[in-house]
């Protein structure tokens, strides 16, 4: 089993900025991607951005050149810097990793999610 905890979420005014942070741990051999994605009430569940193991990145095309993600390996940590907050970012943000987990000869394929963080942007 992997756990993700994600921590950095608040109450922010437009034009703020905010660090949203998610610790990866358990029986973990190898994390491939690690992203962040948001919900907002009413609505479905979407990805903001992505970061490969290589470091390949990839935005959700409304918070690009705001949003950096960034991530360490040797942590199992990813990153949301986020800047230039709009009341459209308001929303629950949620950590997500995609890997391989498990002991030698006992592999399992890893899809997990954290519990989530609440980021409010008021106007």
């Known amino acids: 089993q992997v756990q993700l905890v994600e921590s950095g979420g608040g109450l922010v005014q437009a034009g703020g900025s905010l660090r949203l942070s998610c610790a990866a741990s358990g029986s ?9 994605y948001r919900q907002a009430p009413g609505k479905q569940r979407e990805l903001v951005a992505v970061i490969t193991s290589g470091g390949n990145t990839n935005y959700k095309d409304s918070v690009k050149g705001r949003f950096t ?21 308001t929303a629950v943000y ?16 890893i899809d997990s999610w954290g519990k989530g963080t609440l980021v409010t942007v008021s106007s």
Do not use: H, Q
């Open 28 to 36: 973990i051999f190898r994390i491939n991607a690690m992203g962040w």
């Open 69 to 89: 993600i960034s991530r360490d390996n040797a942590k199992n940590t990813v990153y949301l810097k986020m800047n230039s907050l709009k009341p459209e970012d």
């Open 94 to 109: 949620y950590c997500n990793a995609v890997g391989v987990g498990g002991r030698p000869g006992d592999r399992y394929g």
